[in-house]
């Protein structure tokens, strides 16, 4: 989905969280939970995204999940994963990273969740590669862990999540905080 830094408005499932109401971007799957996140965090992940448009970058989405009338995964939080290995196209978490994301979050945010990862794909567009996929299912397999996606060369993105045993897109609700 393309990037626009001002997004449409609907007023849906912000209120599950009892947030304001949101901007809507896609389809929400009705089977599957539904991924709100604050707008300064998307923000936050914008911004580290556009610092290397050579190789890819990522890190580490922290919030909560919720059952409601629907699962709610909420990302309140972004954590770059600096001990990574980044290259042009892929990017390896390593001990060391896995190491730093575990003390990070026991330090500074002791009662969130990892509720998924994010990396760029500079210039190659919004989709999972087989390792993505590969990282996804063995390191983030809980129903309620996302993936997103950044290009922060065509200025795209794009979330992923587990429908039925399966790792797809959907759309996403951005509200504001």
């Not at 980044?86 to 002791?110: G, I, K, Q, Y």
């Amino acid at each position: 989905m393309r990037l626009l830094r001002t997004m449409p408005t609907t007023d849906s499932a912000a209120l599950h969280l009892g947030k304001t109401p949101g901007r809507l971007i896609g389809t929400l799957h009705s089977e599957a939970a539904a991924i709100v996140i604050h707008e300064s965090v998307l923000e936050q992940i914008l911004d580290y995204s556009e610092q290397d448009l050579q190789r890819e970058l990522g890190g580490f989405l922290l919030g909560g999940v919720y059952e409601l009338d629907r699962s709610c995964v909420e990302i309140r939080h972004f954590l770059p994963a600096v001990e990574a290995r980044s290259r042009a196209a892929s990017l390896t978490f390593t001990h060391d990273t896995w190491s730093a994301l575990h003390r990070e979050v026991a330090r500074r945010f002791p009662n969130e969740k990892v509720v998924g990862w994010q990396h760029t794909h500079p210039g190659f567009g919004i989709f999972l590669s087989a390792y993505d996929l590969f990282l996804h299912r063995h390191f983030f397999s809980e129903p309620w862990q996302v993936a997103l996606v950044v290009d922060p060369k065509q200025q795209e993105l794009g979330f992923y999540q587990w429908l039925n045993n399966e790792v797809v897109d959907c759309g996403f609700l951005c509200v504001e905080g």
